[in-house]
């Protein structure tokens, strides 16, 4: 199977900088997306922003032009670099592979995976 491991989470204050990773392990053939959602307390989980294997990128407006996606399509990996944090940025981050196609005993199979989610706090 495939498994996604989030690295970077932690605690910053206002203004500062984090930068997040994933990585993607497991017999995959390809992805077709990588991204990041996160989940506030009681508020429902919504994308952060996207990276597809073409290159093209999608982000949230509230992160626009202070996050920043990037891809190592040849590790599988993708990063999420976070400038100008603020505290409604803190949530859990949760990375996710999208149309992931994978070598099975018999032919292909394809679905979306999720990692365990990286705490992010901001402090005021």
């Known amino acids: 199977q495939v498994q996604l491991v989030e690295s970077g989470g932690g605690l910053v204050q206002a203004g500062g900088s984090l930068r997040l990773s994933c990585a993607a392990s497991g017999r995959i053939f390809t992805i077709n997306a990588m991204g990041w959602y996160r989940q506030a307390p009681g508020k429902q989980r919504e994308l952060v922003a996207t990276?597809?294997?073409?290159?093209?990128?999608n982000y949230a407006d509230s992160v626009k032009g202070r996050f920043t996606i990037s891809r190592d399509n040849a590790k599988n990996t993708v990063y999420l670099e976070m400038n100008s944090l603020k505290p409604e940025d803190t949530a859990v981050y949760y990375c996710?592979?999208?149309?992931?196609?994978?070598?099975?005993?018999?032919?292909?199979?394809?679905?979306?995976?999720w990692g365990q989610g990286t705490q992010v706090t901001v402090s005021s």
């Open positions: 990276s597809t294997s073409g290159g093209s990128t």
């Open positions: 996710n592979a999208e149309r992931v196609t994978t070598a099975q005993p018999v032919g292909i199979a394809m679905r979306d995976y």
